[in-house]
């Protein structure tokens, strides 16, 4: 069982940044290694959709629409995973959820709890 611990999100104005985290850790607190983990999000109404994805040796996959915009990067020694977001749109408000045990453009079984990211001014 893996349990993941999201930090981040908040209320940004539009063109402006913000950072998510998330720490991915086994319930019986041994180390576990994660192949991939990424971040999905939903906003209202909308299906969860894939935002982006990294692997331990850092292949990468983004959606069209964070191309440019997001950057994914992980800390394999912590099982940490990270996205930085800039030029942010009000079309990002969602909710992000971190995401561990698939592949790179197929969610795996693990979630954390979601975190708000609202971009408005």
């Known amino acids: 069982q893996v349990q993941l611990v999201e930090s981040g999100g908040g209320l940004v104005q539009p063109g402006g940044s913000l950072s998510l985290s998330c720490a991915a850790s086994?319930?019986?607190?041994?180390?576990?290694?994660?192949?991939?983990m990424g971040w999905y999000r939903q906003a209202p109404g909308k299906q969860r959709e894939l935002v982006a994805s990294?692997?331990?040796?850092?292949?990468?996959n983004y959606a069209d629409s964070v191309k440019g915009r997001f950057t994914i990067s992980r800390d394999n020694a912590k099982n940490t995973v990270y996205l930085q977001m800039s030029s942010l749109k009000p079309e990002d408000t969602a909710v992000y959820y971190c995401?561990?045990?698939?592949?790179?453009?197929?969610?795996?079984?693990?979630w954390g709890q979601g975190t708000q990211v609202t971009v408005s001014s």
């Open positions: 995401n561990a045990g698939g592949l790179l453009s197929v969610s795996g079984m693990y």
């Open positions: 086994a319930a019986s607190g041994s180390f576990v290694s994660i192949y991939v």
């Open positions: 990294i692997t331990r040796a850092g292949s990468t």
